[in-house]
């Protein structure tokens, strides 16, 4: 069954560094999310993308984010200069059309120090 | 501003019996709920869905019922059992989202009691 996924599971930074986290969406799916889930609370949208540019973004997903397709199958995130407050579950997702079911990796669990 | 919310943050039920798990929402422009189970330490998984042309929808032992009038849905789990365990999440769709963003409400976890 495919499936979305994300590498790396665990990456552990310090306050400051860049960090890149990488999601290979399903196949066939248009649409492309990251959201993030800090520690017992909800999952929290972070940005949307579709026909290679974001089509939204929450007003967590700051100058510090950006989201990049490279090379037509993978889709990155990456924080410029990681907070603290960064420190979270990062869930890449996608959609499969026409539905607007969204399909979710397993997540990357990002601790900042 | 929209949200999505949930009435219980813990739910203890018996394994066998059934469960409800409750949502409210409060963005009239919402056209698609969601049901989503995560699992500790995984990603959320769908469950079921439902457009908002439907009051009801059934799936295999969940059933999903949505009251437009008051901006309500509800995730039914017939017979649970321990597998059932696992943080629920209603999520929706507004038709204002361009990206077709989904909005998560706050989860509530369910305990199934052997």
């Known amino acids: 069954e495919p499936e979305v996924t994300q590498t790396p599971s665990h990456q552990v930074t310090q306050m400051g560094q860049e960090v890149i986290l990488r999601c290979v969406p399903i196949?066939?799916?248009?649409?492309f999310y990251w959201y993030r889930q800090i520690l017992g609370q909800k999952v929290e949208f972070l940005v949307s993308?579709?026909?290679?540019?974001?089509?939204?973004k929450s007003e967590i997903f700051d100058d510090q984010f950006s989201v990049e397709r490279p090379d037509g199958s993978n889709f990155t995130l990456k924080i410029r200069s990681t907070k603290l407050e960064d420190s979270a579950m990062y869930f890449c997702?996608?959609?499969?059309?026409?539905?607007?079911?969204?399909?979710f990796g397993e997540g990357s669990r990002l601790t900042v120090l | 501003g929209e949200s999505v919310g949930l009435h219980l943050p813990t739910l203890s039920v018996q394994e066998g019996d059934n469960s409800i798990i409750n949502c409210a929402y409060s963005?009239?422009?919402?056209?698609?709920f969601i049901w989503y189970k995560q699992e500790s330490g995984k990603g959320p998984q769908f469950i079921i869905d439902?457009?908002?042309?439907?009051d009801k929808r059934q799936g295999q032992r969940v059933t999903v019922l949505l009251n437009k009038t008051v901006k309500h849905l509800s995730l039914q789990i017939a017979a649970t059992q321990p597998g059932d365990s696992a943080v629920y999440f209603c999520?929706?769709?507004?038709?204002?989202?361009?990206?077709?963003?989904?909005?998560f409400g706050g989860g509530t976890r369910v305990l199934v009691k052997p």
């Open positions: 997702a996608s959609r499969a059309p026409p539905t607007g079911e969204l399909f």
């Open positions: 196949s066939n799916h248009l649409y």
């Open positions: 993308f579709y026909n290679n540019e974001i089509s939204e």
């Open positions: 963005n009239s422009a919402s056209d698609y």
């Open positions: 439902i457009r908002s042309n439907m």
């Open positions: 999520a929706e769709k507004s038709l204002e989202a361009a990206g077709n963003k989904l909005t």
